[in-house]
């Protein structure tokens, strides 16, 4: 047996089983850095949790590693750029603890709405208060859920068996993956007026930091109850402990945290706040199948078959790649575009590939753009490899076409969102320094690299808008650092401004409340 496997952190027996038919496996838990070093160029394959970090030197010691396993979902801990460079297959666990999170949800829920960690307390302080904890019923009552992924559902399922009314937010999953799970989509701000409890199952990204803070806190209602069993950052910690002990939301429960290893959290300090150490994915089972999934697709790889979850592995010739490659990163900020610029609820997207492109394989193109939709909302690692899957999952429907272009154009990739309030156009090409903007809906303009933040302006052509903007701009000490101003049809013109910093809620509303401005967006590329 010529396969060697060394595993770093813990992972269930059952996975270490599995590999030992097809390699030698070695154990090591708590092993040191500089030891990890020295040893790695011994082994075949890595297997890791969160605890080892994977950096580029490991990677580059490892001159016989074929693949890193990641007995989990995030790969934060794993230099996967390091590793593609030099042709190591990246692979995760992505499902593993879809049950096991969902199912703390739903008994945290239950914990809120019977007091069950406080009574137990008192109990076992000496004290007997039925009085004191007067619970509710979770049948009947609406549970928001905000993000309707692969946990989201999971929860919006067994919340149904409870005999409650399921409404969630998340504009990347469509209204026909909604019904078959009987739920209702609803806007952000209707979910959090109706909601008797409010599940997060969000990704944290850029766009979802601090998703829930003060405002859209006094907007619930006085007796909702919250649970995050997703990413700490998304809630402001100090504001739902503000709206909790001043009664504007009757509890809270708390998986996850800003900072962890958690010791000293403001959430700490509320007796009607129940929270747990991240025990979300802390389950046996999900341990169990954390590990079976990372070794199966690791003997998968030593077979020569391609495994279930690749977060890096390249499927397309290189000569293909050597001409498509410049535009993933096109796709990726194309389609991240769309998505930042639309409103309501995705319903479908529209590719296409103009030029000399089609007349290649554009499949990591399709992956480029869906990772591109899903980027603003979403940490899912998309690839080649799973984002068919990804897009079938969230109910995309997503329509190709290739064709000639006879523009100024070599290529050109269109992606075209469709929602129930309109359909949003975005165009991109590979400029000589990098991916350019060029087409938002009818307006022809150029977004170059490194635009950052965008503040996009529709309104009428007319002398004196630009100068306004960028008095409302300096106002606020927000600084432009580039401009496009296209003009289009009916007497309409788009400015597209470059800011050195995100334009706030106020500037916003400022802007677009001035005279002959039709559409503000906001996005970041």
Not at 350 to 369: F, N, S, W
Request: glycine share 10%.
């Amino acid at each position: 047996m010529d396969r060697r496997v060394l595993v770093t952190d813990p992972i269930a027996q059952d996975g270490i089983d599995a590999l030992a038919p097809c390699a030698q496996v070695d154990v090591r838990l708590g092993i040191a850095p500089d030891e990890l070093l020295r040893v790695i160029g011994e082994y075949d394959a890595l297997i890791v949790r969160s605890e080892t970090k994977v950096t580029a030197a490991v990677i580059d010691a490892g001159r016989k590693l074929e693949v890193i396993g990641r007995a989990g979902a995030g790969v934060d801990n794993i230099d996967v750029d390091a590793a593609t460079k030099r042709g190591i297959i990246v692979v995760n666990t992505p499902l593993g603890n879809t049950i096991s999170a969902a199912e703390h949800t739903i008994a945290l829920m239950l914990s809120l709405s019977r007091y069950i960690p406080q009574a137990n307390a008192t109990l076992k302080g000496g004290k007997w208060e039925r009085q004191r904890f007067m619970g509710v019923e979770v049948r009947g009552k609406t549970l928001g859920i905000i993000g309707l992924g692969q946990i989201g559902s999971e929860v919006a399922r067994r919340a149904r068996g409870l005999d409650m009314h399921v409404v969630a937010n998340d504009p990347f999953v469509s209204e026909e993956r909604a019904q078959s799970l009987i739920v209702e989509m609803v806007s952000l701000e209707d979910l959090l007026r109706r909601s008797d409890y409010i599940a997060i199952h969000t990704a944290l990204t850029p766009q979802t930091r601090g998703l829930i803070g003060e405002r859209e806190l006094r907007l619930v209602k006085p007796g909702a109850r919250i649970i995050n069993v997703a990413r700490g950052g998304i809630v402001d910690e100090e504001a739902l402990y503000n709206a909790v002990e001043e009664g504007r939301v009757a509890g809270a429960a708390v998986d996850v945290f800003s900072k962890e290893p958690a010791q000293d959290n403001i959430l700490f300090k509320s007796d009607r706040i129940i929270v747990t150490p991240h025990l979300g994915a802390s389950t046996a089972e999900a341990q169990e199948r954390v590990a079976l999934d990372v070794a199966e697709q690791i003997a998968a790889i030593f077979r020569g078959e391609p495994p279930a979850y690749s977060v890096n592995a390249p499927l397309v010739p290189r000569e293909t790649m050597a001409i498509i490659g410049p535009y993933v990163e096109v796709a990726v900020k194309t389609a991240s575009l769309a998505t930042q610029l639309s409103t309501g609820q995705l319903s479908s997207v529209d590719v296409e590939y103009l030029g000399e492109i089609a007349d290649h394989d554009v499949t990591p193109l399709k992956a480029a753009v869906i990772k591109g939709l899903l980027q603003p909302v979403s940490e899912e690692n998309v690839t080649i490899v799973n984002a068919n899957l990804v897009a079938e999952h969230r109910g995309l429907r997503i329509s190709e076409r290739k064709g000639s272009y006879e523009g100024i154009f070599t290529n050109l990739i269109q992606v075209r969102a469709t929602t129930k309030e309109g359909t949003t156009t975005v165009s991109g090409t590979m400029g000589h320094d990098g991916p350019h903007i060029v087409q938002i809906n009818e307006f022809w303009v150029d977004v170059s690299p490194g635009a950052g933040y965008l503040l996009i302006c529709e309104n009428v052509d007319r002398p004196g808008m630009i100068g306004t903007v960028g008095m409302i701009l300096g106002k606020h000490q927000t600084n432009i650092n580039s401009m496009r101003v296209a003009a289009g049809e009916r007497g309409r013109a788009m400015m597209v401004l470059g800011l050195d910093s995100a334009a706030t809620d106020e500037v916003a509303q400022e802007i677009g409340a001035m005279p002959d401005v039709f559409s503000v967006r906001r996005a970041e590329i």
